[in-house]
């Protein structure tokens, strides 16, 4: 995999949550699904923990690809779903 960083010139991010996460769909126009996974160890238990989740993230010029590894932060609500924002591809597969 190539250690490549693209920044991406994006007005729409504000100061809120940023986040980096693995895109595992790229298949609608201007939008990839981005999966977050998180690991922490269970209050009572001990046992380490993945839970993750799917965001939708608005990526304005169909760069990011399947297996990419990007980071996005929040925005104002593009649509009934997608409230994300690329900021930069970390890591691409090509």
Known sequence: ?????KEIN???AHRGLKL???VISDKMDKTI???V???FRHPL???TVRHSK???????????KIGD???FAECRPLSKTKHMVLNRIITSTK
């Open 10 to 12: 994006n007005q729409n």
């Open 54 to 64: 799917k965001y939708k993230v608005h990526d304005e010029q169909n760069t990011a």
């Open 37 to 39: 996974t998180r690991t």
């Open 20 to 22: 980096s996460g693995e």
């Open 69 to 71: 590894v990007v980071e």
């Open 1 to 5: 995999m190539a250690e490549k960083s």
């Open 45 to 47: 238990y001990g046992k």
């Open 33 to 35: 699904v981005v999966n």
